[in-house]
């Protein structure tokens, strides 16, 4: 691999050759998807590993986002002398089709009429990103991926990677995930997508010439912040502390630090995420659940599997609760599958595989080793 | 490298090389790690404690945090070759159930438990009027796991009532085997059943 070779490093773009066949049925053509690697692909191609954002996540995993100037999202488990480490892995790292960093999503320009998609862009599934990111490793000359690793919605990609494609992973890691969208999970991305609809700038997605719907976007990430966190994380961080103020105001600022809080994670999001991208990622995993082609039965999705999984969930996590991993590695067993399962100790709910957790890099480090 | 200790080396040698394995109460992954080194099989493992699985994980095993009592159901019959159960029946629920699942998954089954039978346990209880505590036993009655303790005479009346063969038996004295009054004599037995 020359050093020199345009498809590797890092804030890269590639426009697919060809359609890409959506879940849906439909077809959609001109894809671009934009992705960072790291690390160089050894000579039989066996060092790489893809990893998978989370729903708000982006291809800079390791390397500073340019946009915000904002460092990797996982550099705790992504970099030199860690777990997944460019010393040893050749690492790929993609925007998700429909995401709004550098891949085809609503807000990109649609090819037959140069205006932006907005709401004439497909829906789109989880199994399509997937494909979009085979389709990448293609254009990468990356064959059989040493592992796929991610964490909630990257880590239900990794999980339809193997079933996608059981030929090309020889291991999977999926943190704090779940093989399908629950009923809550549903609900709560429902409130995300209806208070972005709410809000009078959303325009049915039309909003590209205009304000964007910055009020609805900013409600939906603080109610999913919400489930990102847990109750103890909250009151450990917040309890009911006052925000600036010694008394409660009686009225309708922000009088607590939580409140503030949320607020502040609100309008931040607005500024780096588009609205139409949230409906349609949001819509890809509500529409997640691996048993469905197998009438519910979700050993049969892993039948004849000869990938490794690991599996870890975290304590506090309430959002993609143990019980979802559980269900998953009993799944596997059934399937006769190599796999790994730990419940890891974490106050600090569903972000903990974002966080600083060293027994889950000491987990990884060791299942990644051991396919080496 | 460590030796194994008697009992585990015990266990292992009743493991043919290449075999498929399931420890059940795998721990660290001691046994497990030592089975794929030396015999080449092909293991895997399920551990309650959450730090036990880590360590496990950590050193490349396949081990699952679960609990025998209710996990068991999950695998396939005939899944396994071997199927170990290292000083865990005793902590179980339901040995009886637990037995029959674990040679209903694997073809043999690898049992080492702790002897109630010993003398020292009679001893202490006959003399001394309290709850035994000896090296194989070693956490007092309020803080122990294990729920179910049995002789080796007991241990065989199961295997009787369960119709499971009996295909071989160590008994082990501070890492020695025994050949006679094992009941009395034996801290530990390691029982290879297979089914009937």
Redesign the interface.
């Known amino acids: 691999m020359l050093a020199t070779d345009q498809r590797f490093g890092l804030d890269r773009r590639v426009r697919l050759p060809g359609t890409l066949r959506l879940e849906s049925g439909k077809h959609i053509g001109g894809v671009e998807i934009g992705y960072e690697t790291y690390g160089t692909l050894d000579a039989d191609g066996g060092n790489a590993v893809l990893i998978c954002h989370a729903l708000t996540g982006n291809q800079h995993v390791a390397g500073a986002d340019p946009r915000t100037g904002r460092p990797g999202w996982w550099t705790r488990l992504v970099g030199p002398g860690l777990p997944i480490d460019p010393a040893r892995h050749f690492i790929v790292c993609a925007n998700v089709l429909g995401g709004c960093s550098g891949s085809s999503g609503p807000a990109s320009l649609d090819p037959a009429t140069s205006e932006p998609y907005g709401m004439t862009f497909p829906v789109i599934t989880v199994r399509d990103m997937v494909r979009a990111q085979a389709a990448l490793l293609d254009h990468l000359g990356v064959g059989t991926l040493a592992a796929v690793v991610g964490g909630s919605m990257g880590g239900m990609q990794a999980l339809d990677w193997a079933v996608a494609y059981p030929d090309r992973v020889r291991a999977v890691v999926a943190i704090a995930a779940a093989a399908r969208h629950s009923a809550q999970n549903i609900a709560f991305h429902e409130v995300g997508r209806q208070a972005i609809m709410a809000d009078p700038n959303w325009r049915r997605g039309a909003y590209h010439a205009g304000p964007p719907p910055a009020a609805g976007l900013a409600v939906a990430r603080m109610a999913a912040h919400i489930t990102y966190l847990s109750e103890e994380g909250l009151t450990a961080k917040f309890g009911r502390a006052l925000q600036d103020r010694d008394a409660v105001t009686f009225g309708f600022d922000a009088d607590f630090q939580v409140e503030s809080y949320l607020r502040h994670q609100g309008l931040s999001f607005v500024e780096r995420f588009d609205a139409n991208s949230y409906l349609y990622i949001t819509r890809a995993m509500d529409y997640f659940d691996l048993a469905a082609p197998h009438d519910g039965r979700l050993a049969a999705a892993f039948a004849g599997t000869r990938t490794r999984f690991a599996l870890i969930s975290f304590t506090s996590d309430w959002l993609y609760p143990t019980a979802e991993s559980r269900r998953i590695v009993r799944a596997l067993n059934a399937a006769n599958a190599r796999v790994s399962f730990v419940e890891l100790d974490s106050p600090h709910g569903h972000d903990a595989f974002l966080l600083d957790t060293p027994a889950m890099n000491r987990v990884v480090d060791g299942f990644l080793r051991a396919g080496e | 490298m460590t030796p194994l200790r008697a009992d585990l080396a015990a266990i292992a040698d009743a493991v043919p090389a290449g075999a498929r394995v399931l420890d059940v109460g795998c721990g660290d992954g001691a046994l497990l790690a030592a089975l794929q080194r030396d015999k080449g099989v092909d293991g895997?493992g399920i551990e309650l404690s959450?730090a036990n699985?880590?360590a496990?994980?950590?050193?490349?095993?396949?081990?699952?945090?679960?609990d025998a009592d209710a996990?068991l159901a999950?695998?396939?019959s005939h899944?396994f070759d071997v199927a170990i159960l290292s000083d865990t029946l005793q902590a179980m629920r339901s040995p009886e159930t637990v037995l029959a699942e674990l040679l209903r998954i694997a073809r043999t089954a690898v049992i080492s438990f702790p002897n109630f039978g010993h003398w020292r346990v009679r001893l202490s209880l006959l003399a001394g009027g309290r709850m035994p505590m000896t090296a194989a036993l070693p956490v007092p009655w309020y803080a122990t796991p294990n729920i179910h303790l049995c002789s080796i005479d007991d241990f065989r009346a199961l295997a009787a009532a369960l119709d499971v063969t009996v295909e071989g038996a160590t008994f082990l004295s501070r890492g020695l085997r025994l050949t006679w009054a094992e009941n009395l004599r034996a801290e530990r037995a390691v029982f290879i059943l297979s089914r009937g």
């Open positions: 895997r959450g699985v880590a496990a994980v950590e050193r490349g095993l396949s081990v699952v945090q679960g996990d999950d695998y396939p899944a």
